[in-house]
């Protein structure tokens, strides 16, 4: 399937991303998160250039005591279309292939994404603390009582990969590397300094074999992501970037039920979307993925069908993953160097769109052999600890 023919999800109308904006992130000291949803929707309705009369469908998630209708109120929305699954970092990804899904079956004609959070600010004034619980009710109670944090799950399944498959410390530290060496070039980076693997290994270790810079950062800030049926094209300030195809995946909570912790629910999800897309791995350009910890983009390589299984630790040396690289990843430093607010899911499609359109700039636009500009894309979010997924491909027509 080429970039424009018809989204699968329904075969109806297709499926275009018409507006897509970040709103002020990084160190974001004097804003709500409302005000955060609000400036990003109003940035990626003008960036769509249609009029806010055309959106009537919403969907948010991790804000409001009854997200999306909270949300929706705030930004004076009255939708009749909305959605708020909520699956941890996956989340947007999931609404996306929803939403698109809707608009394709004529349940909805336009949908606004938008998330935003204060995270770092809250931490910073003391209206929240570092630590993330997510409860010990139903089955995750007979995990609790032996202390494992989230990140210590996410550690466990690294030493797991290493163990199998011989992964290094020094192949994880590169992922970190070169996310750091892309946010260079990204002026919305919060951090942009170059750092080596030997910086990587030398710091303060949060969970076996994971140090501080194997982990995302921590940061404010929100973006939207407003996607159309077809028939609003032709009225775009820009030229659409089209819904191929997606899936969604859900594995489990406690660990115990975890069938393989080298694998993660993108191997569903992948194969899925780009089954739905009618394209392969080896036609993508770029993609854009959800990178809570270097492992987790090691193994969200792999299954989406990048490199075979296990060998993740040798496809990502040799600086692959650059803007320049064989396959760009996370092309705006991600969440280890850019920005992660919490759940990251709807940065990815941002990024993905801005680079087929185009518009990241001449330090750090993605170009094909030749110097044309990029085709296909994927964003692919993972959830909680690797507990879902969500992959959307996405084609410039």
């Known amino acids: ?51 806010r009369s055309v959106i009537d469908g919403f969907a948010s998630a991790g804000l409001g005591t009854l997200a999306p209708v909270e949300v929706a109120e705030y930004l004076g929305l009255r939708p009749t279309w909305v959605d708020s699954t909520s699956v941890g970092g996956a989340t947007w990804e999931v609404l996306a292939a929803h939403a698109a899904d809707a608009i394709a079956a004529g349940h909805a004609n336009a949908v606004l994404l938008v998330y935003g959070s204060t995270a770092r600010a809250d931490i910073k004034a003391g209206r929240r603390t570092a630590n993330l619980s997510f409860g010990s ?37 590169q992922i970190a ?14 951090y942009r300094d170059p750092i080596t693997v030997d910086d990587v290994l030398s710091g303060p270790v949060i969970a076996d074999p994971f140090t501080k810079l194997h982990c995302c950062i921590r940061s404010d800030g929100g973006c939207a992501v407003l996607l159309v049926a077809e028939d609003y094209v032709q009225d775009l300030a820009k030229p659409p970037v089209w819904v191929l195809g ?25 194969r899925l979307a ?37 060998e993740g630790g040798a496809f990502v040396e040799k600086g692959r993953l ?13 969440g280890l160097a850019a920005c992660h607010p919490g759940m990251r899911g709807l940065f990815l499609l941002v ?10 700039g001449p330090d750090r636009q993605v170009r094909k052999p030749g110097g044309a500009l990029p085709q296909l894309a994927v964003a692919s979010g993972t959830g909680g600890w690797f507990c879902s997924s969500g992959t959307v491909v996405l084609g410039r027509g």
Not at 351 to 356: D, I, N, W
């Open 1 to 51: 399937m080429t970039p424009g023919t018809r989204y699968r999800g329904h075969a109806h109308r297709k499926v275009a991303v018409a507006g897509v904006a970040l709103s002020d992130c990084g160190r974001v000291d004097e804003a709500t998160p409302y005000a955060l949803h609000a400036q990003a929707a109003r940035r990626a309705l003008a960036d769509s250039g249609l009029d």
């Open 274 to 310: 780009f089954e739905r897309a009618g394209v392969r791995p080896s036609e993508i350009d770029l993609a854009e993925l959800y990178d809570a910890f270097t492992y987790m983009t090691l193994v969200t390589l792999e299954d989406l069908g990048f490199c075979a299984k296990g």
């Open 322 to 334: 650059l803007r320049d690289g064989g396959l760009p990843v996370n092309t705006d430093g991600g």
């Open 137 to 173: 009710r139903g089955p995750l109670q007979f995990e609790v009582p032996y202390g494992h944090t989230l990140i210590a799950k996410y550690a466990m399944a690294a030493r797991r990969h290493m163990h199998q498959y011989g992964t290094t410390l020094e192949q994880l530290a």
């Open 351 to 360: 990024e993905a769109v801005r680079q087929l359109r185009g518009e990241a």
């Open 246 to 270: 997606s899936g969604t995946s859900v594995s489990h909570t406690t660990m115990s039920e975890w069938d393989d912790f080298t694998v993660s629910p993108a191997a569903v999800s992948g």
């Open 177 to 190: 590397v070169q996310a750091r060496a892309n946010a260079a070039a990204n002026p919305d980076a919060m």
